[in-house]
């Protein structure tokens, strides 16, 4: 059974930093490319940044470019997002997923709340 398993969520202030983990089991996903996507209540879950297999490229929305980072450990099967210059605005459930996203993947979720 495949679980991709979110953790790190928490309460920080704006203009901190946090870090979020993303645990794989079930199956190896170093192929693939791997993303973080949030979402907020009465929308739809959205984008956030992803990683190719190799590590060697990223893709970020521009509401999180130059702040989020995503990174990889394939021998530990889990993704990173670090998270920096936190707004109020990323305030969120944060998931993680193949990017496209498998909607038989998506997990739990943690919560990142943000305080101004």
């Known amino acids: 059974q495949v679980q991709l398993v979110e953790s790190g969520g928490g309460l920080v202030q704006a203009g901190g930093s946090h870090r979020l983990s993303c645990a794989a089991s079930?199956?190896?996903?170093?192929?693939?490319?791997m993303g973080w996507f949030r979402q907020v209540p009465g929308k739809e879950r959205e984008f956030v940044v992803a990683i190719k297999w190799s590590g060697g490229s990223t893709y970020s929305a521009d509401s999180v470019k130059g702040r989020f980072t995503i990174s990889r450990d394939n021998a530990k099967n889990t993704v990173y997002l670090q998270m920096n210059s936190l707004k109020p605005e990323d305030t969120a459930v944060y998931y993680c997923?193949?990017?496209?996203?498998?909607?038989?993947?998506w997990g739990q979720g943690t919560q990142v709340t943000v305080s101004s």
């Open positions: 079930g199956r190896t996903f170093s192929r693939y490319t």
């Open positions: 997923n193949t990017f496209p996203f498998l909607s038989a993947y």
